[in-house]
């Protein structure tokens, strides 16, 4: 039987699903076919379970198709009814097992430390029982909700013993990761509480060990978007360029869509530009109510890949005012990133998490839950921001943005392999490890 060379298993929720990570997932498998892993798999679960769980979804039939050279698998459940949610765990590691039990040296990271982190700490340890002497390299990226949703809940519901056994999962990994400076100080304040509580020794583990890997983002997607095929896009909408606000990310309270469709009723520019709202997710019914049938604003629940980037081009103003919620904070802003590199109207967003560094000081900032301050700058940018203004901001997003860049976030995360050449600033480097 002939082995791939060298294998990368990326254990997370990957597409359809609507979040900036399964973009991550998919970003680190096509660099890695460039950078010497001949063989790449994205270990997720079944569509209906996803469906299942409420998860927003991308439109099944438009999915942007995978390199060759990566394979998506979706193990199916082991067991039946009586193992209600340890069937998909079953069906992941079981697979998990499978191919490290194959004589291919492997990185395997996991992403969303609840459930997938474990799911590779399982796999491992049941291959090395079974007899088998697996070439693995662990590493486990911290995505922000692990520690804003899961761990929060747990110290907030007296769930010590939970994030214990979360920490001491993630850093049983030989590489551990944070998505951003705000998520790590997040996970170091996490464990310092644990600590307090239980007589722990957590936090100074994850002050050591903990580093941070930025989202990657495929820049190609969004830099030189050809004007005509913009314009084509928002007509098929029904939209025209630099005429409406958009909105594009998640629909839920945390991501402010309330504050937004509330502050463009009291908008100056409403006149002149609709308010578009694309996507989908736990708060879209609620959205709907609350834009009542006001005609000027848009809801799109089917935007795919292809067209994101077309839309955040012709925007006026590209609006997230994010705000903090107790299971929900933003740790970087991937959606923000990826419009700076697209261009068009400026992002008006809120210093909430880690969007400060997604955007650095290239955005106009309001404060969260202020819609009187969000409708104001949404007015000064679309009415009264001078077109040099305009332009400059947008220079300096994309400057800012292009540090995401896939392959020197690739390059920083994941060790040079041996002979493998790297092309980094122009400049051919090749391993001597």
Not at 45 to 73: C, F, H, M, N
Not at 134 to 149: C, F, Y
């Amino acid at each position: 039987m002939t082995y791939p060379r060298r294998r990368l298993v990326i254990v997370v929720r990957a597409d359809p699903v609507i979040c900036g990570h399964s973009g991550e997932a998919r970003n680190l498998a096509e660099v890695a076919l460039t950078r010497g892993y001949d063989d790449v798999r994205l270990l997720t679960w079944p569509i209906p379970a996803l469906q299942a769980a409420g998860l927003p979804l991308k439109p099944l039939d438009r999915l942007l198709p995978y390199s060759p050279g990566i394979t998506v698998e979706r193990p199916e459940p082991v067991g039946d009814y009586r193992v209600p949610d340890g069937r998909y765990l079953a069906g992941l590691t079981g697979r998990l097992v499978e191919l490290l039990m194959e004589p291919v040296p492997t990185t395997c990271l996991s992403m969303y430390l609840v459930p997938h982190t474990q799911v590779v700490a399982d796999a491992v340890s049941i291959a090395r029982a079974a007899g088998f002497t697996p070439d693995v390299r662990t590493a486990a990226k911290a995505v922000g909700s692990d520690v804003t949703n899961v761990i929060r809940a747990c110290l907030r519901e007296g769930n010590h013993g939970a994030a214990i056994a979360l920490f001491t999962t993630f850093l049983a990994n030989e590489q551990v990761v944070a998505v951003s400076a705000y998520t790590r100080d997040e996970i170091v304040t996490a464990a310092e509480q644990v600590d307090a509580l239980c007589g722990t020794r957590l936090a100074d583990q994850c002050r050591r060990r903990v580093t941070i890997s930025y989202p990657p983002i495929d820049v190609s997607a969004y830099l030189d978007l050809d004007p005509a095929a913009v314009d084509r896009a928002l007509a098929r909408r029904g939209l025209r360029r630099d005429e409406y606000i958009l909105y594009l990310s998640r629909v839920s309270r945390a991501k402010g869509v309330y504050d937004l469709i509330t502050a463009y009723e009291r908008m100056r520019c409403r006149p002149d530009v609709r308010l578009v709202i694309a996507g989908t997710g736990p708060a879209l019914e609620q959205a709907r109510a609350l834009a009542a049938d006001d005609d000027r604003i848009v809801f799109l629940t089917d935007v795919d890949d292809a067209e994101k980037p077309l839309l955040m081009r012709g925007c006026a103003a590209y609006a997230l005012p994010t705000r903090p919620e107790p299971d929900f904070v933003e740790t970087f802003g991937i959606a923000l990133a990826e419009k700076m590199l697209a261009g068009g109207g400026p992002v008006i967003t809120t210093l909430t998490g880690g969007t400060g560094e997604a955007v650095g000081d290239t955005a106009v900032i309001v404060e969260p839950g202020d819609v009187d301050g969000l409708a104001a700058a949404i007015d000064r940018v679309v009415l009264d921001m001078p077109a040099a203004q305009r332009s400059d901001l947008e220079r300096r997003a994309r400057a800012h943005a292009m540090s995401f860049e896939r392959t020197a976030v690739f390059d920083d995360l994941f060790p040079v392999l041996d002979g493998v050449v790297r092309q980094r600033s122009g400049t051919s480097v090749r391993s001597t490890a």
